[in-house]
């Protein structure tokens, strides 16, 4: 999400559209608005292509081909922005917005039951809906200058909505540092990229970015997702189609877990924030899974299920990049002990990074980053770290954004995300030349993490940070500091006089 001080339109047009809100929950009004914003994004680049077609003057401005070639939905006319703005204050609207989703299913397979039909209910306030509509309507989502207006304009919303939903909000969004740290530490370029609980999509929407940062080609990935929760799926459709990103998310939602859509797959990356500490995922169903090679995970938290689902679906040179809450990396309950010893002792986890506190809209815990690799040995592209495992202190780094929330910065100066992600690439390169930080990195032989019984905290191996010495010797310090108290305790004696004599001359004696 943009920060306060890199925002433009985004942050005006979320104000407007949150005041339009009125007693409708952010949960609902979430589809209402990025419905919207997508109905119009598709519209205008419609628009723009129309506009282009007709200046040519061949008459292929109705050709559908001319704009499937270029992966642009077909709007029919009454789907159109245009059609929906003349009617905004209809009060039939509702079912004119309606209609015009079913129709752009209707002539865009891709989009078959993504795009909700809500707008025709009763709840939502028509004179409301009006309003948003015109609001919606001063921004050109598309023009051939920046094609990324839109996607801007949808992860600020998502991230706001994610902070107005508090805990719910966490489904479908993963904060955007958190992200790109993610990303530019496995460096997605080209494969297979896997996300098991997909959320929104920011996994694949920041992997396209980094890949468009460094002249990738965008076409050199293959996307795989699955989403339990149906809403959130068909938001992930939505976010990933404004782009032009072709996903397999699967034909519908679904749990990872009881049914998983892509069984075979051997992914080149995966990139993951699974719900933490899930207790009711029907473990006691799956005892016998053949993804479990590492251990059965306890049927009371499903951390060590994740991971090892997404151990099973790494390629033979795959690498994962997963949030996971603190206690994954030193529970013993249950088995999990022996699971981590298990995934150590064969040499699957490459790096951990403790990360601050307060970075999520749906809880104030502290997270940690498991990087794992299935080939730390052999990788042609990496030097050999076998039995090395690398720790990142970073609880210090980051900014408070607002009173609750905080945000590892990724440009200027003061990079957060390029420092914790130069860090392990100067570790895992050939070329790098990594060294010890005191209180913020270690490279740890597996006989230490034997000797710390397999916990896998960071604080326990990088140490604390050396404060600077400033020449001036103790003795000299204390005599100081106190000489200093004595003075603040007189000035506070002094106060204190004060305020009861005042008390007194007004009749109020203590």
Not at 41 to 58: H, M, Q, R, V, W
Not at 349 to 372: C, E, K, M, N, Q
Not at 373 to 398: M, Q, S, T
Request: with cysteine; hydrophobic share 35%.
């Amino acid at each position: 999400m943009a920060t306060t001080g890199n925002i433009g339109f985004e942050e005006t047009l979320w104000k407007a559209a949150d005041k339009l809100r009125g007693s409708m929950d952010a949960s609902e009004y979430k589809h209402v608005v990025l419905g919207l914003i997508f109905l119009k994004y598709i519209s205008d680049k419609f628009e723009t292509k129309y506009e282009a077609l007709l200046a040519e003057g061949e008459g292929f401005e109705e050709d559908r081909d001319e704009y499937e070639s270029e992966n642009i939905f077909w709007v029919p006319k009454e789907a159109r922005w245009g059609f929906i703005m003349d009617n905004a204050k209809d009060i039939k609207i509702g079912q004119h917005i309606d209609d015009a989703m079913i129709l752009i299913e209707k002539e865009n397979p891709t989009l078959k039951g993504v795009l909700d039909k809500r707008y025709a209910r009763p709840e939502i306030d028509k004179r409301r809906l009006g309003e948003l509509i015109d609001l919606i309507s001063t921004i050109k989502l598309h023009n051939n200058d920046e094609k990324d207006l839109l996607g801007r304009v949808y992860e600020y919303f998502l991230g706001q909505f994610a902070s107005v939903e508090g805990k719910g909000g966490g489904e479908f969004y993963t904060p955007t540092s958190i992200v790109k740290t993610l990303v530019e530490m496995l460096e997605p370029y080209k494969g297979r990229i896997y996300d098991p609980c997909c959320g929104s999509g920011g996994m694949f929407v920041q992997s396209e970015k980094f890949v468009e940062e460094h002249q990738g080609k965008v076409e050199n990935l293959s996307i795989y997702g699955q989403e339990m929760n149906s809403t959130t799926w068909k938001l992930c459709k939505m976010n990933l189609a404004i782009r032009g990103l072709d996903a397999n998310l699967g034909d519908h939602h679904a749990d990872t877990f009881h049914n998983d859509m892509h069984k075979t797959l051997k992914a080149d990356y995966i990139l993951a924030n699974p719900p933490f500490n899930i207790s009711d995922w029907g473990g006691s169903q799956l005892t016998d899974d053949v993804r479990w090679r590492y251990g059965t995970p306890p049927a009371g938290n499903a951390n060590y299920a994740w991971l090892q689902h997404m151990v099973y679906h790494l390629g033979p040179n795959g690498s994962a990049g997963i949030v996971l809450a603190n206690g994954s990396l030193s529970s013993n309950t249950s088995n999990e002990g022996e699971i981590r010893k298990n995934l150590l002792e064969a040499d699957l986890v490459d790096a951990i990074v403790a990360l601050p506190d307060r970075l999520f809209y749906s809880t104030g815990i502290p997270v940690s980053l498991w990087i794992l690799n299935r080939n730390k040995e052999n990788n042609p592209n990496y030097r050999n770290r076998k039995h090395e495992v690398l720790f990142i202190d970073a609880r210090n780094l980051g900014q408070m954004i607002d009173r609750r929330h905080r945000e590892l910065s990724s440009e200027g100066e003061n990079n957060d995300v390029s420092k914790i992600a130069n860090v392990y690439h100067q570790w895992r390169n050939k070329e790098g030349s990594y060294e010890d930080i005191k209180g913020f990195c270690k490279s740890a032989k597996i006989e230490e993490i034997r000797e710390h019984e397999y916990v896998l905290t960071p604080g326990r191996y990088v140490g604390i940070e050396d404060i600077e010495q400033d020449g001036i010797p103790f003795e000299e310090k204390m005599e100081n500091m106190t000489a200093e108290l004595a003075e603040l305790f007189a000035k506070s004696r002094h106060l204190e006089d004060e305020i009861r004599k005042n008390l007194g001359g007004i009749g109020y004696e203590f």
